[in-house]
């Protein structure tokens, strides 16, 4: 258990609203990450953080963004929900050994 | 041709057999190399790293190739609840992760 959670763990929203999802580790650990798995694809990266306030694109990050302003926290906001953007959402964290650990994840519907 | 490879199966196999899946990656620069487990509606567990030696736990060992760039994990004396989707995985660059989407695997009883 690397001591990553996420919340909400389920959310339903309509098209055009704000939505932020929120990950937490208690293991101080520098790199976190932000995923969305959709049937037919591997996990994709939207965005990672590299240290408080260092953060960068991932190859899906169109429609995000983000904001790490504790080590311990990084959020991920969708500024206006599209239907595109259901999907489950996971977090990560790097260890020192380049090992990934993931949070439980976010299903997000975007009605 | 994707980055990063897999036979999305399913792999239907008795209680008890030995299954075999590979992985196959476009980058002979990757650094690290893994091999995660999801389960349904579940997130990715790491199942183990993969050593340019190859390595061994309990019933599962994995391999990296790199002149033929692919990775390989073998089961051995599968159980009912090794079934899950396996998922490969190449690390990048050190922060970059490129993830397979998966081989599903059923054990059946």
């Known amino acids: 258990d690397a001591g990553i959670t996420q919340s909400p763990r389920h959310k339903v929203t309509e098209t055009g609203t704000p939505v932020t999802l929120r990950c937490h580790q208690t293991?101080?650990?520098?790199?976190m990450y932000w995923y969305r798995q959709d049937p037919g694809h591997g996990l994709r990266l939207i965005h990672y953080?590299?240290?408080?306030?260092?953060?960068d694109k991932g190859e899906v990050s169109d429609g995000y963004s983000v904001s790490r302003s504790k080590t311990e926290d990084f959020l991920l906001t969708l500024e206006s929900a599209t239907s595109s953007q259901t999907s489950v959402y996971f977090c990560?964290?790097?260890?020192?050994?380049?090992?990934?650990?993931f949070g439980p994840g976010t299903r997000l519907t975007v009605l | 041709r994707k980055e990063v490879e897999q036979d999305p199966g399913p792999f239907n196999v008795p209680e008890g057999a030995t299954v075999a899946f590979n992985c196959t990656y476009s980058?002979?620069?990757?650094?690290?190399f893994f091999w995660y487990r999801q389960d349904c509606r579940k997130e990715p567990k790491l199942l183990m790293s993969?050593?340019?030696s190859g390595n061994e736990d309990g019933r599962f060992t994995a391999q990296l190739n790199r002149a033929s760039q692919y990775i390989s994990l073998l089961i051995r004396d599968s159980k009912l609840s090794d079934s899950a989707t396996y998922l490969c995985?190449?690390?990048?660059?050190?922060?970059?992760?490129?993830f397979g989407t998966g081989t599903r695997l059923k054990v059946l009883a």
């Open positions: 980058n002979s620069a990757s650094q690290s």
């Open positions: 995985v190449v690390n990048d660059r050190g922060y970059k992760y490129i």
């Open positions: 990560a964290i790097k260890t020192e050994y380049n090992e990934q650990f």
């Open positions: 953080s590299y240290g408080v306030k260092d953060t």
């Open positions: 993969v050593y340019s």
């Open positions: 293991e101080n650990h520098r790199y």
